[in-house]
């Protein structure tokens, strides 16, 4: 039997990633995403337009995607409710958030380079993607933003080759039904699977 349900947000199971991006005086702004998918050599992101994100991505065009990992979750809770603009938008009062001028240091959160944008990384991320933005489309209250991968860093403790991820090393962090979790087991692989699996290790 199934039962219809209304849902304001449907977060069903999304890989956590904190989006870093900069604004036109080069101020460095994180903010945490749980809307993103990627395909071939494109991401596609979903952002509030309330945010400084969107403000900063509409002026730089570009932007670092940092993969969180299952033990960052708490850092990432942190910086949850807060914004890097200093005029909060009505919704976002309603819902408690207040600004927050340096979120690295509230997260706890280790800035470094990244090689083709100007936008930082996040140390404490294991996976970092930088692109550039190719299309934003707003909508009511968000924006679809496509980015191009302009390059992609692998933190070499999840790394079994030159080019390929060790899956049994990975856990990435999930936001589901606005819970924090993460992989336990692997069940199988996809046909198409191209990365490391340790043998030695069960499935399931």
Known sequence: MFKQIHKDSLYYGFPVTILATQSIDGKDNISPISSSWTLNNHVVLGISLEGQAYKNILITKEATINVADSKIWANIERIARTTGKSHIDRNKKMMGYQYCSDKFQLGGF???????????????????????????APQDDFAIIICKIKSIFVDTSILCDNNHIDVTKWQPLLYQFRSYTTTSASLGQNFRFEEYLDATKPDN
């Open 110 to 136: 280790t800035k470094i380079p990244s090689a083709t944008v100007k936008t930082a990384a996040i140390r404490e991320c294991p996976i970092r993607i930088e692109v550039a933005i190719e299309n934003i």
